[in-house]
């Protein structure tokens, strides 16, 4: 039951966390009763979907009462906070809120910040409940902290974040004209769209060049995530409960939805890849940056779903039973998180070349491990990637993405006999791959047939380095 508006100006409702977000789930409180708090204090973190989002505090006070205990899910429009009342007229408005992330290795400038996704990876605009009100500027609580820090009016400098939202940068940008007495700067120079791309349909991160300290590992996007940790079982205990819930709750619906959606059935085959393996080692040798196989598979898979095999590019609806195929192909990047596997994704994937797809993956793992992508960036796939192989493993059976009708597991590299035409073999570097397609929409001989396309443009990966289209 949808919960209505307050009318007690001391209370404070749970806003709207993100376009058609009607609920979340309340993973930890930041303050207590009889607790003075400020105008943007953090009172609770809260987990919508995939996204880690805090509420800040929309004036101060003193809270008088919480509703609500941790793990428990919340209705948008229910009541969160009461203050004690001060005889003050308090906003009405719901307060901005604004992406959670641990802190990661700082960056050495905000140039680097907002390119690493710290910033832009915020979730911005009406996506995340953060509004204009009273001509106040779209802007997260950090940004309008450090504009106060630096004496930067915030409602006089002009966004160029996502919706108009004003950013660290920009707020540095006003800084700067200020002290040196120029105008001040309102807008962040745009960055120059790599040639043959295409705008993309949703609102993404610009990515970082992979440098070689922080570049993914031959075989995937690098990091140490830790996914199903096991729980710390209490001495003297026989185990241990760990609650279901966050991530890995939503996880377990898709899944489960999937499962009893789809027609599974997947199909296996190995790539000889020593060719790819040397055009791969001769990229990052001239390019200065890491090349690992993922994004060659990558391009493999978008060049075959334009070419011939749009029937894998496509979405399930079926409540209005109806298939949608897709022109372009946006590609779903399934990462492993210390919360859980996300699916962020890289859009008009046939617009990009291997370099700018593997800048693309090292930009887009980095904000869902830190948790600062922004939750449009985790929608809207037409296909999906599992890199199963940059931990272990070759052949696999993946569970469809539904909506989607198709998903790649790429296994580990390893070597291998490859036998030639003429009975001849060689040891050569094989990559297992498995596609798994829904069969209601899907033949069994149009999957091994894109299966086997995949493999030859693998086979002879020169024609990979251009984008498809």
Same mark, same amino acid.
Request: charged share 20%; glycine share 10%; with cysteine.
């Given at each position: 039951?949808?919960?209505?508006?307050?009318?007690?100006?001391?209370?404070?409702?749970?806003?709207?966390?993100?376009?058609?977000?009607?609920?979340?789930?309340?993973?930890?409180?930041?303050?207590?009763?009889?607790?003075?708090?400020?105008?943007?204090?953090?009172?609770?973190?809260?987990?919508?979907?995939?996204?880690?989002?805090?509420?800040?505090?929309?004036?101060?006070?003193?809270?008088?009462?919480?509703?609500?205990?941790?793990?428990?899910?919340?209705?948008?429009?229910?009541?969160?906070?009461?203050?004690?009342?001060?005889?003050?007229?308090?906003?009405?408005?719901?307060?901005?809120?604004?992406?959670?992330?641990?802190?990661?290795?700082?960056?050495?400038?905000?140039?680097?910040?907002?390119?690493?996704?710290?910033?832009?990876?915020?979730?911005?605009?009406?996506?995340?409940?953060?509004?204009?009100?009273?001509?106040?500027?779209?802007?997260?609580?950090?940004?309008?902290?450090?504009?106060?820090?630096?004496?930067?009016?915030?409602?006089?400098?002009?966004?160029?974040?996502?919706?108009?939202?004003?950013?660290?940068?920009?707020?540095?940008?006003?800084?700067?004209?200020?002290?040196?007495?120029?105008?001040?700067?309102?807008?962040?120079?745009?960055?120059?769209?790599?040639?043959?791309?295409?705008?993309?349909?949703?609102?993404?991160?610009?990515?970082?060049?992979? /440098?070689?300290?922080?570049?993914?590992?031959?075989?995937?996007?690098?990091?140490?995530?830790?996914?199903?940790?096991?729980?710390?079982?209490?001495?003297?205990?026989?185990?241990?409960?760990?609650?279901?819930?966050?991530?890995?709750?939503?996880?377990?619906?898709?899944?489960?939805?999937?499962?009893?959606?789809?027609?599974?059935?997947?199909?296996?085959?190995? /790539?000889?890849?020593?060719?790819?393996?040397?055009?791969?080692?001769?990229?990052?040798?001239?390019?200065?940056?890491?090349?690992?196989?993922?994004?060659?598979?990558?391009?493999?898979?978008?060049?075959?779903?334009?070419?011939?095999?749009?029937?894998?590019?496509?979405?399930?609806?079926?409540?209005?039973?109806?298939?949608?195929?897709?022109?372009?192909?946006?590609?779903?990047?399934?990462?492993?998180?210390?919360?859980?596997?996300?699916?962020?994704?890289?859009?008009?994937?046939?617009?990009?070349?291997?370099?700018?797809?593997?800048?693309?993956?090292?930009?887009?793992?980095?904000?869902?491990?830190?948790?600062?992508?922004?939750?449009?960036?985790?929608?809207?796939?037409?296909?999906?990637?599992?890199?199963?192989?940059?931990? /272990?493993?070759?052949?696999?059976?993946?569970?469809?993405?539904?909506?989607?009708?198709?998903?790649?597991?790429?296994?580990?590299?390893?070597?291998?006999?490859?036998?030639?035409?003429?009975?001849?073999?060689?040891?050569?570097?094989?990559?297992?791959?498995?596609?798994?397609?829904?069969?209601?929409?899907?033949?069994?001989?149009?999957?091994?047939?894109?299966?086997?396309?995949?493999?030859?443009?693998?086979?002879?990966?020169?024609?990979?380095?251009?984008?498809?289209?």
């Amino acid at each position: 039951m949808a919960h209505a508006k307050s009318t007690n100006p001391n209370e404070f409702i749970l806003p709207d966390l993100g376009e058609g977000v009607h609920e979340a789930e309340l993973i930890k409180w930041r303050v207590q009763v009889g607790q003075p708090v400020k105008e943007y204090d953090i009172l609770a973190e809260m987990e919508t979907d995939k996204a880690l989002v805090e509420v800040p505090s929309p004036r101060s006070g003193v809270i008088s009462a919480l509703h609500g205990k941790e793990g428990e899910i919340l209705k948008v429009g229910a009541v969160l906070v009461v203050y004690e009342s001060d005889g003050q007229e308090p906003p009405t408005k719901a307060a901005p809120v604004a992406t959670h992330k641990p802190t990661p290795r700082a960056p050495e400038s905000p140039e680097e910040r907002e390119d690493a996704g710290t910033v832009v990876g915020k979730v911005g605009g009406d996506l995340a409940g953060v509004s204009a009100a009273d001509g106040k500027a779209l802007a997260t609580p950090a940004v309008r902290r450090l504009a106060r820090d630096l004496g930067v009016d915030i409602n006089r400098v002009e966004g160029s974040g996502i919706g108009r939202r004003v950013t660290e940068r920009d707020v540095r940008l006003a800084a700067s004209g200020a002290e040196s007495g120029a105008a001040p700067a309102t807008t962040a120079p745009a960055a120059p769209r790599p040639s043959g791309t295409a705008p993309a349909a949703a609102p993404a991160p610009r990515p970082t060049p992979m /440098a070689a300290s922080a570049s993914p590992a031959p075989a995937a996007p690098s990091g140490s995530p830790a996914p199903n940790q096991t729980a710390a079982i209490p001495p003297g205990a026989d185990f241990a409960k760990v609650p279901f819930r966050g991530v890995r709750r939503t996880i377990a619906g898709r899944l489960r939805q999937s499962v009893d959606t789809a027609v599974h059935f997947t199909v296996m085959d190995e /790539a000889d890849v020593s060719d790819l393996d040397g055009l791969r080692k001769k990229l990052a040798a001239a390019s200065g940056e890491k090349v690992s196989f993922l994004p060659f598979v990558c391009s493999a898979v978008a060049r075959a779903l334009t070419e011939q095999f749009g029937v894998l590019n496509a979405t399930v609806d079926d409540t209005a039973e109806e298939i949608t195929q897709h022109r372009s192909v946006h590609l779903g990047i399934a990462t492993d998180t210390e919360s859980g596997l996300m699916v962020p994704v890289i859009r008009d994937a046939e617009r990009l070349g291997v370099l700018e797809i593997g800048r693309h993956i090292a930009a887009i793992a980095a904000a869902a491990r830190n948790r600062s992508i922004p939750r449009e960036q985790l929608m809207g796939s037409t296909f999906t990637i599992s890199n199963v192989g940059s931990y /272990a493993g070759r052949f696999a059976t993946p569970v469809i993405n539904y909506p989607e009708v198709g998903i790649l597991a790429a296994g580990r590299v390893r070597e291998g006999m490859v036998v030639g035409k003429g009975g001849w073999f060689r040891v050569g570097k094989l990559l297992p791959l498995s596609l798994a397609c829904d069969h209601r929409v899907v033949d069994g001989a149009t999957g091994a047939l894109c299966l086997a396309r995949i493999v030859e443009l693998l086979q002879n990966p020169e024609q990979l380095l251009a984008p498809a289209r």
